[in-house]
């Protein structure tokens, strides 16, 4: 079975290295020769919005995915008239647009913070009005890892702020004074078998997600997510790894956003679930039966920015796991994340405090 | 940094799919562009006995290893005076001749079967005359999963038995009736540290292994076995990962043989112990810390011969790891294994029968 990846960062790499096993074969799009999975698998150099290019992956692979959003809906379509495109473009498009993807959580009755389409300085004063500050201005589309926001105050000067947007269509959504972010990850296959992963407890640095505790071990959330997850499955007769964000505003869930994809918050189940994200990923695309999502003792996962820990003090930590994903090192870049998997929480915690001090970040003590 | 790797076969392609994680990246000699590795690296394409493709393996690597055995040692110094070679020459010469490695067991007061080298049928019916019968005849290079051996019963003619191995240097050893078989193994690194697996048993059909059942937990065996695994370590001033095979006689280790490398009956660490002997290896040859080898549950491990078995009965057993090399099935080619994990030794012996009788395997009962 050959597969197809639209991208190849460390998601696409991660896909590869858990599909190779079950006999998967992968081929690659990106723009770099060098990319994180061009170094595990084939590669067809090109961007993503070329045409040809998504022609020439399709030509002789079996099955196509991605692991970048960012690719036009109307491109994808055409792909997926002449194979299998999982997870469907239809969820896609909605996670490529906040407002489509608010207004799909209202319809099926997902909480979310208050938001207001902002088009013009008219609609942003309305909704500034409305929803009150502290408040966030999001672009709709293209925004991720924290890029594309500005927080709104009491001194914000609406208008000189909404000019650095250049006009592009926005979304006002309340400021979440959040007590945690939590995401759920879960897998539904061709066949409709639905797994899901325990809970996650995500630490964010700048809008960056810097560190992950898994399992989160609240029960009640834990069914309220996976309930949440199961409708949208049911909404897109999805295939594939999904993934919701949530804010815990009162011991209850707040959707943030989704990403109908592998997430780097469950990075954590490579070593910390009986099957990786990655490998129920693959398994769920190519319509086999699902692996068990059940931990295996208690993880953390940290990413690192910019520059790698040097490899002798982070292995040195007992349960740890490093993934350098070969990126050329920029700063704030993605280039790789650790993993600490132990028997109990005390444990993984005070590995996860070496590991931190050894990545320069503030633990949570 | 870069490691080059002869050969491509399953062991090549799971150490690149090891080492990726630590940042390594690999480049392998093989004569197949389809080989197990070279879907997952890069290849050089040529005979493992090509002083120019050793060569051409060796440029713009920054260490080298092996996953094949039968390379003559008189290439490999010319490459180890290049760059860094692990496991060392020295060890891998030894391995390639049977007597030289019952030379060296009897040197270390390791336990072997009685032996007698054969060079000629005078030899032979005198080794006969001496260790009696049943015994086994055996080629002293060369051989591996079963082949070039036979077994002398009382009804074999020794002149046409002889023939049978065209003149080649022979070894004649003791026959054992041994109650088990089990394999030891492992990782000494560039800087002396040393760590062990658990014990695995291993269960052979005609020769080649079919399955292995870990951890074996006899600390008095593990403790043997240990201690001689070391003696071997400091002899070679060894770095990677080493196996021994030993018969239990008695309630005590009679080695077999050594594998100066990863072994198949070590394939159950992927998913059952803390870290893999694959990335242990890469660990060791790379001087970074070793990973702790503490079993992860209790797992087993079954080979396929000639065919693999289907996907979705795989998989729907609870705990089951389906690992496929990507090559062409070929009747009696190792084409892939697949992995048991459970929480304990009886959910871990269900499972196993369940997947012996997808292998049409005959199990333990």
């Known amino acids: 079975m050959r597969i197809g990846i639209i991208g190849a960062g460390q998601l696409g790499r991660m896909l590869a290295l858990a599909g190779y096993p079950l006999g998967s074969r992968f081929r690659f799009l990106d723009r770099s020769p060098d990319a994180p999975g061009a170094q595990?698998?084939?590669?067809v150099l090109g961007r993503f919005d070329d045409p040809d290019k998504l022609s020439a992956l399709a030509d002789g692979v079996d099955l196509m995915t991605f692991d970048v959003e960012n690719v036009p809906g109307s491109l994808l379509h055409a792909i997926a008239a002449r194979l299998p495109f999982l997870p469907p473009v239809s969820a896609l498009e909605i996670t490529q647009d906040r407002l489509s993807e608010k207004k799909l959580f209202g319809e099926?009755?997902?909480a979310t913070p208050r938001w207001q389409a902002v088009d013009d300085l008219a609609s942003l004063n309305d909704a500034v009005a409305d929803i009150g500050r502290p408040s966030v201005l999001k672009t709709r589309r293209l925004g991720y890892d924290g890029r594309g926001q500005s927080i709104l105050t009491r001194d914000s000067d609406l208008e000189s702020v909404y000019r650095r947007f250049d006009g592009v269509p926005l979304i006002l959504e309340q400021f979440i004074d959040y007590e945690r972010e939590v995401s759920v990850i879960g897998?539904?296959?061709?066949r409709c078998e639905c797994v899901f992963y325990p809970l996650a407890?995500?630490?964010?640095?700048?809008?960056?997600l810097r560190y992950s505790i898994a399992p989160f071990g609240d029960s009640q959330l834990q069914a309220a997510a996976?309930?949440?997850?199961q409708r949208l499955f049911e909404r897109f007769d999805y295939a594939g790894v999904l993934t919701i964000e949530f804010f815990v505003v009162d011991g209850a869930l707040v959707a943030n956003e989704i990403a109908p994809r592998v997430h780097n918050s469950g990075h954590w189940t490579i070593e910390g679930a009986v099957t990786s994200q990655f490998e129920n990923h693959i398994r769920a695309i190519r319509g086999l039966p699902l692996g068990s999502t059940e931990?295996?003792?208690h993880s953390a996962m940290i990413n690192f920015l910019g520059e790698m820990p040097a490899l002798e003090p982070v292995l040195s930590i007992p349960g740890a796991h490093y993934h350098d994903y070969g990126k050329t090192p920029r700063p704030q870049r993605k280039l790789g994340h650790c993993t600490i998997t132990a028997a109990t929480p005390a444990e993984r915690d005070a590995a996860l405090d070496r590991l931190?001090?050894?990545g320069g970040i503030d633990g949570p003590g």
């Not at 407890?201 to 960056?208: A, F, L, M, Q, T």
């Not at 996976?226 to 997850?229: C, G, H, K, N, T």
Request: without cysteine; aromatic residues 4%.
């Open 40 to 43: 595990v698998g084939e590669i």
């Open 108 to 110: 099926l009755g997902i």
């Open 187 to 190: 897998a539904r296959s061709t």
């Open 201 to 208: 407890e995500n630490v964010h640095r700048d809008g960056i």
């Open 226 to 229: 996976e309930d949440y997850l």
């Open 295 to 297: 931990a295996r003792g």
């Open 356 to 358: 931190l001090a050894l």
